[in-house]
């Protein structure tokens, strides 16, 4: 064969091992959605703790500044989670119309080539978008983290004081 003729098996367990890719990152990306709300739903409820406390929370500058932390901390969980869950263009691969139209005059080969081509594309498409999913939710974890911390802190110094 040339170099410029496509072999019919490679194709063939390319095809296999490719042609749901995009699929899967999309599924991957409402994974990591749901993951998003449930840190951001947690964070409103350590939030929401405060407000079950008694009015001994204003007594101290440490448990003041616990608190503002605690109110930043839990903006930044907001705003990452805004940034996270606003709709991003995924990109699937050619399927039914925009397939016939774009290769009922391939070969089966051809076809599977085409769709090859596509996928890698979608891949490398969404990838970017998959990361800085990944990365938003880290932040979000962090900052929740923070807040429970500092939340805890301040419940614990008004008991102190």
Same mark, same amino acid.
Request: proline content about 4%.
């Given at each position: ?8 098996? %490679?194709?063939?367990?390319? +095809? ?5 890719? @995009?699929? #899967? ?5 409402? !994974? $990591? ?43 930044? %969980?907001?705003?990452?989670? +805004? ?5 991003? @263009?995924? #990109? ?5 119309? !925009? $397939? ?43 900052? %929740? ?17």
């Amino acid at each position: 064969m040339g170099n410029n003729e496509l072999d019919p098996q %490679t194709v063939e367990t390319i +095809f296999d091992l490719v042609k749901g890719t @995009p699929e #899967r990152q999309i599924d991957n990306a409402n !994974t $990591l959605d749901t993951k998003m709300v449930q840190v951001f739903s947690a964070a409103g409820v350590v939030i929401g703790l405060l407000g079950l406390s008694s009015g001994n929370l204003a007594h101290s500058k440490w448990i003041t500044a616990c608190l503002i932390g605690a109110l930043f901390s839990y903006g930044v %969980t907001a705003g990452v989670a +805004f940034f996270h869950l606003r709709p991003k @263009p995924f #990109r699937r691969s050619l399927h039914g119309d !925009t $397939l016939w139209k774009e290769t009922w005059k391939l070969t089966p080969t051809e076809v599977q080539h085409t769709v090859i081509a596509d996928v890698e594309k979608a891949y490398s498409h969404n990838i970017p978008l998959l990361r800085g999913k990944s990365r938003t939710l880290r932040i979000a974890v962090l900052a %929740t983290a923070i807040e429970v911390i500092l939340v805890g802190l301040a419940l614990l110094l008004s008991r102190l004081v």
